[in-house]
């Protein structure tokens, strides 16, 4: 049998747009890693607020990054980021994470220490065996893959995103990260050209991962 195309999907969008749900379904549905890079951020954000270092461009900030030492960890389909051998848990999704996250995500010096990671992550994909990557973000289609074989851009309407965060019983800063992300100098978050825009807001989670998986299909062995 013809082996399928070794595929990379971008999904950008908003907090609780749906990115993390569609992600983990096309992950199971055609074996693809998961790679959920807001995790990425949260979990620098927690290592350097843990070392007292602030969200300022400054000789602390390059210092606290350099201690970190990256690498991953696979677990099913999901490729989870190692800080210096830790394993990030759910305290990346603290409230205290959610209020500073977008923070730290906005300095040039922290987007710059993670893109050659991101980017690495597809010979980890290949070296595991898998078909291809789905990587999530809000910079994916934008910076990180512009060449990407499919570019989604999810959105979704405020109340269906605080309905969706509430149903997982966290409480979230959807529209002030938003807002810092989508305003801030280095890679905002922006629906990239050329990208596929998805209103997710009246669908369901299984009508995205079908929407979605129709045009997958026939990339895999284009
Ligand atoms: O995806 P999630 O909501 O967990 O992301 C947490 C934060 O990480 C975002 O609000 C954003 O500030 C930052 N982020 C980013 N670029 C990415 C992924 C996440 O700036 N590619």
Redesign the pocket.
């Known amino acids: 049998m013809t082996q399928p195309k070794f595929l990379i999907i971008a999904i950008d969008g908003g ?1 609780a747009a749906g ?1 993390s749900s569609t992600s983990r379904g096309l992950s199971e549905r055609f074996h693809l890693m998961h790679v ?7 979990a620098t954000t927690l290592k350097l607020l843990e070392a007292g270092i602030a969200p300022t461009t400054d000789y602390a900030l390059v210092a606290g990054l350099q201690s970190l030492q990256l690498d991953t960890a696979i677990s099913g389909n999901n490729a989870s980021i190692t800080i210096n051998g830790w394993v990030p848990d759910e305290s990346i999704r603290s409230q205290k994470v959610n209020d500073n ?2 923070h730290y ?1 906005a300095l040039p010096e922290l987007r710059a220490f993670l893109l050659d990671y991101q980017r690495s992550q597809v010979q980890v994909a290949r070296d595991n065996g898998f078909n291809g990557l789905v990587m ?5 289609g934008s910076v990180i893959f512009p060449d990407a074989n499919l570019r989604l851009f999810l959105h979704a309407d405020p109340e269906k995103r605080a309905m969706r965060r509430a149903k997982e019983g966290i409480t979230d800063s959807i529209e002030k ?1 938003d807002r ?2 989508s305003t801030r100098k280095a ?1 905002p ?1 922006q629906y990239p050209d050329g990208a596929i825009f998805l209103d997710t807001s009246e669908l369901s989670l299984e009508e995205v991962i079908e929407n979605v998986s129709k045009i997958v299909e026939p990339l895999r062995f284009a």
């Open positions: 907090a990115k959920d890079t807001g995790s990425f951020y949260r996250v977008s995500a999530e973000g809000r910079d994916i990260r810092i992300d890679a978050l």
